[in-house]
Nanobody, 124 residues
Framework: QVQLVESGGGLVQAGGSLRLSCAVS????????MGWFRQAPGKEREFVAT????????AYADSVKGRFTISRDNAKNTVYLNMNSLKPEDTAVYYC?????????????????WGQGTQITVSS
């Protein structure tokens, strides 16, 4: 069983930055594609970013492209999401996800493993 634990959420002013971390409990972390999704109140969970394989290509939602960066440290079994120039519309619960095959999928139901989520609130 793969367990994911996010950290790094909080309250930040618009224009500020945060870094989310997701620690993954799996000896085979390298084989998992890793993704970040978010869910705002009353909205469906939406794709944010993905990193393919052990450090391959990345992809981003248009709404965060140029502001967010996904990366991973395979030695630490951790994936990160660096978020800059945060906007109030970025306010949501952010979830880390892992899957062996769904790396390019922007559909949350395609991903097998999920963290518990961490709240990001961006004040205007």
């Amino acid at each position: 069983q793969v367990q994911l634990v996010e950290s790094g959420g909080g309250l930040v002013q618009a224009g500020g930055s945060l870094r989310l971390s997701c620690a993954v409990s799996s000896p085979t972390f390298r084989i998992y594609h890793m993704g970040w999704f978010r869910q705002a109140p009353g909205k469906e969970r939406e794709f944010v970013a993905t990193i393919i394989g052990s450090g391959g290509p990345t992809a981003y939602a248009d709404s965060v492209k140029g502001r967010f960066t996904i990366s991973r440290d395979n030695a630490k079994n951790t994936v990160y999401l660096n978020m800059n120039s945060l906007k109030p519309e970025d306010t949501a619960v952010y979830y880390c996800a892992a899957d062996k095959t769904a790396g390019w999928s922007r559909t949350s139901t395609s991903w097998d493993y999920w963290g518990q989520g961490t709240q990001i609130t961006v004040s205007s």
